[in-house]
């Protein structure tokens, strides 16, 4: 079992960066593949971005490559969302997710456990 908290969500302009930090509990934290979802006003929950247990393996969704970094620092128990050229659409509440050993698929049923969240408002 872990504990996700995400931080460093905000209100931020079009064409602006934001980083998202999600804080683990545990001592297990290199066990799990960890990624970030967002969930819009009136919209499912979709896939963002997802790194491999050891950071050496990354992927995210076409609407954010080039944008968008995920990281992390396993020493740290800590997982990073680095977001550069932010735009309206971005705007949405972010959810830290952890899954035990490797995360395959982007469907949020596949996760093992969830942080709150924390939103995101960009304006135009």
């Known amino acids: 079992q872990v504990q996700l908290v995400e931080s460093g969500g905000g209100l931020v302009q079009a064409g602006g960066s934001l980083r998202l930090s999600c804080a683990a509990s545990?001592?297990?934290?290199?066990?799990?593949?960890m990624g970030w979802f967002r969930q819009a006003p009136g919209k499912e929950r979709e896939f963002v971005a997802r790194?491999?247990?050891?950071?050496?393996?990354?992927g995210s969704a076409d609407s954010v490559k080039g944008r968008f970094t995920i990281s992390r620092d396993n020493n740290k128990n800590t997982m990073l969302l680095q977001m550069n050229n932010l735009k309206p659409e971005d705007t949405a509440v972010y959810y830290c997710?952890?899954?035990?050993?490797?995360?395959?698929?982007?469907?949020?049923?596949?996760?093992?456990?969830w942080g709150k969240g924390t939103l995101v408002t960009v304006s135009s």
């Open positions: 790194i491999s247990n050891s950071g050496g393996i990354t």
């Open positions: 545990g001592r297990s934290f290199s066990a799990y593949a």
């Open positions: 997710a952890a899954r035990l050993g490797v995360m395959t698929t982007t469907r949020p049923s596949d996760i093992d456990y």
